[in-house]
T-cell receptor
Framework: SQQGEEDPQALSIQEGENATMNCSYK?????LQWYRQNSGRGLVHLIL?????REKHSGRLRVTLDTSKKSSSLLITASRAADTASYFC????????????FGDGTTLTVKP | NAGVTQTPKFQVLKTGQSMTLQCAQD?????MYWYRQDPGMGLRLIYY???????DKGEVPNGYNVSRLNKREFSLRLESAAPSQTSVYFC???????????????FGSGTRLTVV
């Protein structure tokens, strides 16, 4: 069964707007990661946030983590057409086995 | 600058045929993984190898076998393909080893497999 569930499933915005995607998970985690997948390609790692962190930034990306609510959000600011992709959250549980469990993803379309 | 290389990129099999998907990484990573991605869904872990010489089952291992041939190569074998195995298969690697933090995977570009 999937650990993470992204919301919304699909998001369409105009270039320059901000995009927010949410991820909820079920069990305690060691860390949470976000990946991007362009159509027909492999996933690309974007950012990792550890369970003891609340917020992390990387360029135009901002990730928050609320372990009490078992949820995370990914904010992309000043979006560009090139940000059009699917975004997945992935969680590593506390077994330290290095295995990530992926959600079903949010498909983001940024219109020029 | 290859990263993770998967072959083949596309394959069509008939039900009952067998095949091996190849994966090689040139980043000296310890851990390697095989995931499948069905349309509109996330990735599900088939098998993984936390180090050379070890392999473990993931969430959906039935119908598959794996071999960690050496540190670089991790192959996935379908012994008797079924239509339910139609999917996109991704190999990934990570520098992770037991006791450290998994800082994220490097993925290959995928193998699109159709079983008819």
């Amino acid at each position: 069964s999937q650990q993470g569930e992204e919301d919304p499933q699909a998001l369409s915005i105009q270039e320059g707007e901000n995009a927010t995607m949410n991820c909820s998970y079920k069990t305690s985690i060691n860390n949470l990661q976000w990946y991007r997948q362009n159509s027909g390609r492999g996933l690309v790692h974007l950012i990792l946030i550890r369970s003891n962190e609340r917020e992390k930034h990387s360029g135009r990306l901002r990730v928050t983590l609320d372990t009490s609510k078992k949820s995370s959000s990914l904010l992309i600011t000043a979006s560009r057409a090139a940000d059009t992709a699917s975004y997945f959250c992935a969680t590593d549980d506390n077994t330290n086995a290095g295995k990530s469990t992926f959600g079903d993803g949010t498909t983001l379309t940024v219109k020029p | 600058n290859a990263g993770v290389t998967q072959t083949p990129k596309f394959q069509v099999l008939k039900t009952g045929q067998s095949m091996t998907l190849q994966c090689a990484q040139d980043m000296n990573h310890n851990s390697m993984y095989w995931y499948r991605q069905d349309p509109g869904m996330g990735l599900r872990l088939i098998y993984y190898s936390a180090s050379e010489g070890t392999t473990d089952k993931g969430e959906v291992p039935n119908g598959y076998n794996v071999s960690r041939l050496n540190k670089r190569e991790f192959s996935l074998r379908l012994e008797s393909a079924a239509p339910s195995q139609t999917s996109v298969y991704f190999c990934a690697s990570s520098p992770y080893f037991t006791g450290t933090t998994n800082y994220g995977y490097t993925f290959g570009s995928g193998t699109r497999l159709t079983v008819v």
